[in-house]
């Protein structure tokens, strides 16, 4: 089983300001990684796929990058919506499919 | 659009069943592998299970092989989850999601998720 881990578990960031986020996996997943944004009582939502591909709908300030073992995630001009909880996922090897254990995006 | 809506969450007791309901719209349903995600309270994300888009294939996690089953209706547009032997550790939002791909996938359209509470 690949094991996803993601640093920080919180940070705290002000608005208008760079938030990096980071996912490591226990062996490389190529660039089959996943990055979803969830809010309290929300369903996640898919921002990025194939470790740097935005989704459908999903603001350019959302930008993903790395491939192998190290992955991350960068919000260029922090939002006051986008403050949440964010996860990896790893697609590369399964079953199973495996996810970070989340890093709290807040607000500074 | 594509929507997903689940049902058929509640409370239950140890060691009894549930079935979840999740009701695909917006594209065609018997293209798409189809998945499960939970959440416990307060905790992050744990893929539970898969079927491809024809019903032939399954995956489970670990956590609920033998006790889960993954089915789905195509002329319904309907995915399934029958829980057997429910534990305590198995309460938890239960969302079901749509794949780009049969098991390499990532999900592109979640549910808004069904709660499972097993409890006495």
């Known amino acids: 089983e690949i094991v996803m881990t993601q640093s920080p578990a919180t940070l705290s960031v002000s608005p208008g300001e760079r938030a990096t986020l980071s996912c490591r996996a226990s062996q490389s997943v190529s660039s089959n990684l996943a990055w979803y944004q969830q809010k309290p009582d929300q369903a996640p939502r898919l921002l990025i796929y194939?470790?740097?591909i935005r989704a459908t709908g999903i603001p350019a300030r959302f930008s993903g990058s790395g491939s192998g073992t190290e992955f991350t995630l960068t919000i260029s001009i922090l939002q006051s919506e986008d403050f949440a909880v964010y996860y990896c996922q790893q697609y590369n090897n399964w079953p199973p499919i495996t996810f970070g254990q989340g890093t709290r995006l807040e607000i500074k | 659009q594509v929507q997903l809506v689940e049902s058929g969450g509640g409370v239950v007791q140890p060691g009894r069943s549930l079935r979840l309901s999740c009701a695909a719209s917006g594209f065609t349903f018997s293209n798409y592998a189809m998945y499960w995600v939970r959440q416990a309270p307060g905790k992050g994300l744990e893929w539970v299970t898969l079927?491809?888009?024809?019903?032939?294939?399954?995956f489970y996690a670990d956590s609920v092989k033998g006790r889960f089953t993954i089915s789905r209706d195509n002329s319904k547009n309907t995915l399934y989850l029958q829980m057997n032997s429910l534990r305590a550790d198995d309460t938890a939002v239960y969302y079901c999601a749509r794949g780009r791909g049969f098991g390499g996938s990532y999900f592109d359209y979640w549910g808004q998720g069904t709660l499972v509470t097993v409890s006495s």
């Open positions: 079927i491809s888009y024809d019903g032939s294939n399954k």
């Open positions: 194939g470790a740097s």
